[in-house]
C-alpha cells in the first residue's frame, strides 16, 4: 500500500510514509568496510531521503548504506556529504544527490554479475554504488583529470569499475552489450549509439534536455525489435552531456 500511496512523483516528493523497520542484509562483493565514523550519517540518509521516496530494492538500499560517499567529496564538502543535494567536484561539475543515485540505480533494474556502462563518471560514486551492488561496471568520463581522479579513488576503495577517459557519446563498444546503461549527464537526445550497446530487453536511464532548462529522468528498455521505449520518470537537473571534440578538433572543456 505504501508503493501506491507513493506512486506519482509529485507525491513521491511530498510522501511522508512511514520506514521498514527491518534492514535486509544481500550479499554482494562489496570492499567496504560497514562502519566507519560515517556510518550513523549514512543510515539517516538512506531512512530519510531514500525509502520514504519509495527506493525499496534491497541491493540499492545495501549500498547507498555501504558506500563511502564521504571519500567521494572534495574535503571542503566533507561535512556535508550525506546532505539531500549535489555536491561540486571541480571542472564545474557535480556529484549527483543521493536520492537520485539511488533512484537511477533501481530504475536500472539490475541483477548481480549484469552488465552495466554509466556515461559521466565524475567523482566515481555512482560506478562505486553500482559495483557495491555486484555489477560488472564500466564508466566513462570526457573530463580526463576526473576520470583518472574516480579511476585512482576506485581503485584505492577497493571497487572493481573499468574507468575510461573519453566521450560518452560512442559509448564502450568492445564491453558491449550492456544490460544497463545509466547517463549521469543530460543530453537533448538519445545518443544512438547508447541503444545500439544495449541488449534486448536492457534498460536506458537517462536524463534528456538542455542545462537551465526543464529536463526529464527517462526510462526506457530495448525492445526484441531494437526499438525503445521510454517512460517519464522524474523532473530533474543535471549538467549537459558535452561533444568530446568540437569541429576543428579542439576539446570543448577546460577545468
Ligand atoms: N556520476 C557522477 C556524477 C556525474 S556529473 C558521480 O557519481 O559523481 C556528470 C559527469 O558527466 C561530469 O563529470 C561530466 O564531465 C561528464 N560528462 C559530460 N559529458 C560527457 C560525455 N560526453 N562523455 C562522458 N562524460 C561526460
New binding site residues.
Partial sequence: MRRLACATLMMLALCACGLPTVTPTVTTGSPTPATDQFAEERERMVKEQIIPRDVTDPIVLQAMRRVPRHE?VPPEYVDQSYANHPLP?G?G????QPFI?AYMSENSELKPGDRVL??????????AILADMGMIVYS????PE?AAE?EARLKRLGYDVQVRA????YGWPEAAPFDAIIV??APEQVPETLVEQLKPGGRLVIPLGKQWEPQTLQRCVKGENGKLACENKLPVA???????KSDDGRRH?RP
Avoid: C, N
Wanted: charged share 10%.
Fill in positions: 567521494f567536484i571542472y561539475q557535480t556529484i549527483s543515485v554509466e556515461i559521466g563518471t565524475g567523482s566515481g560514486y555512482q560506478a566513462i568520463e570526457i573530463v576526473l574516480a573519453g566521450d560518452g557519446y549521469t549527464a543535471f549538467v549537459p552531456m558535452v561533444k568530446g572543456l
